[in-house]
């Protein structure tokens, strides 16, 4: 007859009987019968579950009839099953599979595919082909590939207006502000804007964060600091990665200070927003162009940060920038000769 | 591989039902794990281990099927007399009182988690050592006593419940624990 381990004793405790969940002793007459119930229930279930069973002969055959479809099945169908019974490999296949739709499907979203320059000329003495000739100068410096000359409210005064496939306004703005400080030199009145020309497009992920690198361009010389302030937001803004941010620019003796914050902004992932800071030694910036990097720093160590950072700046030709992380707070310095 | 199974292959189909709450899904597990095994068989180095080395197939399935059907214990257990096996003779009674009893325990070890009964189906009812089942669950004798303690522990508290409601229902044959006392 089979005999039953269950009992009151702790297998824990070797000598003498254990304790049951409560601390209380198990001789009490309760648990005694409690404890003679159990054993005699498993017993039973032991001998019920022997009861009957399926015959050698019966597994043999599901053997047989298993190892047949098998083989008729082909490998892929045999692959195909077998990745079927195991659950944790298929999720994960899945999930790959939907990480690789989300990085390769198509969506749409808004995109700056260049700028468009608007020149505003006015002069008593300024003829029809005095405005073509400065428009044909104009399209040269910037490279631009269309061209329109339109006039403008007011006599002799004329809206030069072109169009250039650089996504970043910083040279366009740069080359249109010199052109009208040329102009202004001349004794014509000029007026220059730069906008820039948002299509929305259908791509992937993976260029849509390509998409994300702005630049800005500053260019403080003749100009206030809140002119260089408003400048600084246009371009923010206009680059996409900024929804309105908040821009301070200062002189103080050689250095340039400019700030800026953006509560909204979604990098690091809409924690905290954004903040920073460029400090500019030496002269007045003039045309000196900045290229910020968009690094998602959610979930990473300030060694990994530091490595990223590294790696963008690599990417761009600077090598010597020393870069130190800590508790999350970036700063880069870059030397650059003049 | 029949070969190797042969001489284990009554009681692993036992300890099949012994881990599910009918017959029916035990023998389901059993065959389950034995096409598992089948596939996994290059795995196995040293032949003399198979009936560890299949146990830890069997249990590796039974855990397998807990997570993927919680559902299934939303299901009404089923009648063994449903499924063709009727008392015959003399000893129908008592056939019909163990039987009793089975269901009970079964009950009750479904309420404890897959490790815990395994625990407690393999020591208590099959007759493995402490160590054979911390081989076969592969982990350490200390866990299985562990493992052994907790299970018995929500056994008895199972138990003490069944009785109160059998004391409330006044004669529950199904729930009462006096079929149980009278058969030791």
């Known amino acids: 007859m089979k005999r039953i381990h269950f009992d009151a004793h702790d297998p824990r405790h070797k000598n003498g009987p254990g304790k049951a969940g409560s601390g209380s002793p198990v001789n009490s007459g309760a648990e005694k019968e409690i404890n003679r119930a159990i054993k005699g229930d498993l017993q039973a279930l032991h001998y019920v579950s022997a009861d009957r069973p399926i015959p050698l002969a019966h597994t043999k055959n599901l053997l047989a009839e298993y190892i047949r479809d098998e083989n008729e099945r082909g490998w892929f169908m045999n692959a195909f099953t077998r990745i079927g019974r195991r659950p944790w490999f298929a999720g994960s296949l899945l999930t790959a599979a939907i990480a690789v739709l989300v990085l390769l499907v198509p969506f749409s979203y808004d995109r700056t595919v260049g700028q468009e320059v608007n020149l505003t000329v006015a002069s008593p003495e300024l003829t029809q082909e005095g405005i073509g000739r400065i428009a044909n100068e104009l399209a040269g410096s910037l490279g631009a590939n269309d061209l329109t000359i339109r006039n403008a409210a007011g006599v002799n005064s004329f809206v030069v207006t072109a169009r250039v496939d650089d996504r970043t306004s910083g040279k366009a703005m740069r080359t249109t502000m010199a052109f009208a400080r040329a102009l202004e030199s001349e004794g014509y009145r000029a007026e220059a804007s730069v906008e820039p020309i948002v299509e929305r497009v259908s791509s992937n992920v993976y260029a849509a964060g390509f998409d994300r690198v702005c630049s800005i361009s500053i260019d403080a010389v003749g100009r ?6 408003d400048d600084i937001r246009n371009q923010l803004i206009s680059s996409g990665c900024f929804d309105n941010p908040e821009v301070r620019f200062t002189r103080s003796g050689d250095t340039s200070t400019i700030t800026i914050q953006d509560e909204n902004c979604d990098v690091d992932g809409g924690v905290g927003g954004f903040k920073c800071e460029l400090k500019i030694e030496g002269d007045t910036p003039n045309g000196l162009e900045h290229e910020m990097l968009m690094i998602e720093a959610e979930g990473k160590t300030d060694a990994e940060l530091e490595a990223s950072i590294r790696e963008q700046l690599e990417a761009k030709g600077i090598y010597d920038a020393d870069i130190s992380v800590s508790d999350g707070k970036v700063k880069v310095e870059i030397h650059k000769e003049r | 591989m029949l070969e190797l199974l042969a001489p284990l292959h009554d009681q692993a189909q036992a300890t099949g039902r012994r881990l599910c709450r009918t017959s029916g899904e035990g023998d389901d597990l059993f065959q389950e794990s034995v096409l598992r095994a089948f596939d996994k068989l290059s795995s196995l180095r040293d032949e003399s281990r198979f009936r560890s080395w299949f146990y830890a197939v069997l249990l590796s399935r039974h855990r397998s099927r807990v997570r993927q059907g919680f559902w299934r214990r939303l299901l009404p257990l089923e009648d063994e007399l449903e499924q063709g096996r009727e008392p015959v003779g003399e000893d129908g ?85 006096r079929c149980a006392r009278s058969s030791t």
Not at chain 2, 104 to 116: E, F, G, Y
């Open chain 1, 224 to 229: 206030s600091d809140s002119e260089v302030e």
């Open chain 2, 93 to 177: 009674g008592e056939w019909e009182e163990r039987h009793l009893m089975a269901t009970r325990a079964s009950r009750a070890l479904a309420t404890l988690p897959a490790p815990q009964r395994e625990a407690v189906v393999l020591f208590d009812i099959d007759g493995f050592s402490v160590d054979e089942v911390a081989e076969i669950q592969k982990t350490s004798p200390s866990a299985v006593k562990s493992r052994l303690s907790r299970g018995r522990q929500k056994l008895r508290r199972f138990y003490e419940r069944l009785g109160m409601e059998g004391k409330e229902r006044h004669g529950d044959e199904a729930n009462s624990l």
